[in-house]
């Protein structure tokens, strides 16, 4: 089994900053590809950004320029930063990992999420 424990959320002022993070543990081999995802009240949930094994990483249009995704392999963690918070941004952010485990298993793992508020 593997468990991802997100932390870092919270409530900010509009153009404020914050720092998610994301630690893996469990029976794990190799963490893949690792994102952030979101979901608003009402609407779907909808990737972030992404960061393969290599840290090659993707963004949302949204995003772009305003968040931070990197990675410590060493640590089986995934970071977000997020800086000039918009009130459009509050969600519940989730983090995901494509985990090869111990039992030779592939699969994708979510967190549990955590809430960030952005007043206006």
């Known amino acids: 089994q593997v468990q991802l424990v997100e932390s870092g959320g919270g409530l900010v002022q509009a153009g404020g900053s914050l720092r998610l993070s994301c630690a893996a543990s469990?029976?794990?081999?190799?963490?893949?590809?690792m994102g952030w995802y979101r979901q608003a009240p009402g609407k779907q949930r909808e990737v972030v950004a992404t960061?393969?094994?290599?840290?090659?990483?993707n963004y949302a249009d949204s995003v772009k320029g305003r968040f931070t995704i990197s990675r410590d392999n060493a640590k089986n963690t995934v970071y977000l930063e997020m800086m000039s918070l918009k009130p459009e941004g509050t969600a519940v952010y989730y983090c995901?990992?494509?985990?090869?485990?111990?039992?030779?298993?592939?699969?994708?793992?979510w967190g549990q999420g955590t809430q960030v508020t952005v007043s206006s």
């Open positions: 469990g029976s794990i081999v190799k963490i893949n590809a």
């Open positions: 960061i393969s094994s290599r840290s090659v990483t």
């Open positions: 995901n990992a494509d985990v090869l485990t111990g039992y030779s298993s592939r699969r994708d793992y």
